[in-house]
């Protein structure tokens, strides 16, 4: 069965300091990655997606992730985060259908 | 553009209640979802349907049955609501393609006493 890893829980950050969230995935065969948010009382946003080519993938708000095969895993980075990043971040895999297997989820709080 | 929109938001019952969570998207997708999201344990899926007229289980459908009512529509059934049952429930959307990401409503917060 699929399984996706996150392994930080809960991360605590001071504004301007550099983030990187861990997820590892376990399928084995073709996979599609994706990173979604949650805001505080909201629903979840697509943060970005990875399904081919370039295996560092940009997406909105300044985030990025890389694929990397050989681990396993695709990582969510940003270079600064902001008072306003504060929400629960999920790592995601479809592999071979169109269902959707979700990490824990990784709060992140962003101090000022 | 209202996308995924789900009714309630918020709704308490007692144990044994039954309950309909409505979910409705407008952007002609096949496929749809429910998860129920509980701290700690992230989202898991409860069941979904690759397209109108088909349902299959996720990974904790025991306690729930969902109808696909038409390509649009999307509801999940507590027939007898249980306190485990209390959680925040989303439903989804997406189009078929693998690489296609979900697109998630609001959300609807439950509590069952």
């Known amino acids: 069965a699929q399984s996706v890893s996150q392994h930080n829980h809960h991360v605590i950050l001071s504004e301007a300091a550099s983030l990187e969230l861990g997820c590892n995935y376990s399928y084995g065969g073709t996979v599609n990655l994706f990173w979604y948010v949650q805001y505080p009382g909201q629903h979840l946003q697509l943060l970005l997606k990875y399904f081919s080519g370039d295996p560092l993938v940009k997406g909105i708000k300044g985030f990025e992730a890389e694929f990397i095969k050989s681990k396993f895993s695709f990582n969510l980075r940003k270079p600064s985060v902001q008072w306003s990043d504060t929400a629960e971040y999920f790592c995601g895999q479809t592999g071979g259908g169109n269902k959707l297997t979700f990490g824990t989820g990784t709060q992140l709080k962003v101090e000022l | 553009n209202a996308g995924v929109t789900q009714t309630p938001k918020f709704q308490v019952l007692k144990t044994g209640q039954s309950m309909t969570l409505q979910c409705a998207q407008d952007m002609n997708h096949n496929s749809m979802y429910w998860y129920r999201q509980d701290p700690g344990m992230g989202l898991r899926l409860i069941y979904y349907?690759?397209?109108?007229?088909?349902?299959d289980k996720g990974e904790v459908p025991n306690g729930y049955n969902v109808s696909r009512l038409n390509k649009r529509e999307f509801s999940l059934r507590l027939e007898s609501a249980a306190p485990s049952q209390t959680s925040v429930y989303f439903c989804?959307?997406?189009?078929?393609?693998?690489?296609?990401?979900?697109?998630f409503g609001d959300g609807t917060r439950l509590s069952i006493l």
């Open positions: 989804a959307s997406k189009y078929d393609r693998v690489n296609q990401p979900q697109h």
């Open positions: 349907s690759a397209s109108e007229g088909t349902t």
